[in-house]
């Protein structure tokens, strides 16, 4: 059964770092390009980035609205995909979800598999 | 940025009923890459459509995308009491994938 299990949500203080996990199970984890995804309280859905398979380079693409606190990567090894957040917002607070991408282009990406998702809370 | 809007933004059907929710897009969605995603009260959102009209696996076939361009429709065919959910389109055409606000799917 391909599943994704995300970790390492939880209260942080604004302006701390927290690393959230997604491990992989039931697929070639090293062959897919892995997403991440939030929900605020009561909100709709939000494109947090992504990170590409090595095959094709490997490399990631943000939202604005991260760029440069947030960072994605992988262990293809381990099948787990990290999301390492800095500079910690009270806007940040939410669910946030691994997804599996499928490739339809280079630049193109749509979701197949979800995560149950971690919940991050950013308050003082 | 693609603006996606949902219509209606609440829909009241009995079980049994045929749904049609709208999806429009603020400017051309590349190739039709478009997904449905339903989504249920404390639960990941589930896919749907992609490609604006091919079914995921293991999707049942009440569930049909259609459209292209700016506009595009989910339809479920007979609504089953589980199919009441909230849905969300999303275009994935763009560098910065977006969706649609949701239209929710409650139970007349």
């Known amino acids: 059964e391909v599943q994704l299990v995300e970790s390492g949500g939880g209260l942080v203080q604004p302006g701390r770092s927290l690393r959230l996990s997604c491990t992989a199970s039931?697929?070639?984890?090293?062959?897919?390009?892995m997403g991440w995804f939030r929900q605020a309280p009561g909100k709709g859905l939000e494109w947090v980035g992504f990170?590409?398979?090595?095959?094709?380079?490997?490399?990631?693409e943000y939202a604005a609205s991260v760029e440069g606190r947030f960072t994605i990567s992988r262990d293809d090894s381990k099948s787990i995909a990290y999301l390492q957040m800095n500079s910690l917002k009270t806007e940040d607070t939410a669910v946030y979800y691994c997804?599996?991408?499928?490739?339809?282009?280079?630049?193109?990406?749509?979701?197949?598999?979800w995560g149950k998702g971690t919940t991050v809370t950013v308050s003082s | 940025e693609i603006v996606l809007t949902q219509s209606p933004g609440t829909l009241s059907l009995s079980p049994g009923e045929r749904a049609t929710l709208s999806c429009r897009a603020s400017?051309?969605?590349?190739?039709?890459?478009l997904a449905w995603y339903q989504q249920k009260p404390g639960q990941a959102p589930r896919l749907l459509i992609y490609g604006a009209s091919s079914r995921a696996t293991g999707i049942p076939d009440r569930f049909s995308g259609s459209g292209s361009g700016t506009d595009f429709t989910l339809t479920i065919s007979r609504l089953e009491p589980e199919d009441f959910a909230v849905y969300y389109c999303?275009?994935?055409?763009?560098?910065?994938?977006?969706f649609g606000q949701g239209t929710k799917l409650e139970i007349k």
């Open positions: 400017q051309s969605v590349s190739s039709s890459y």
């Open positions: 990170i590409r398979s090595k095959a094709y380079g490997g490399t990631t």
């Open positions: 039931g697929f070639t984890f090293g062959d897919y390009a």
């Open positions: 997804t599996r991408d499928r490739r339809v282009s280079y630049y193109y990406y749509y979701m197949d598999v």
């Open positions: 999303q275009q994935y055409g763009s560098s910065l994938r977006t």
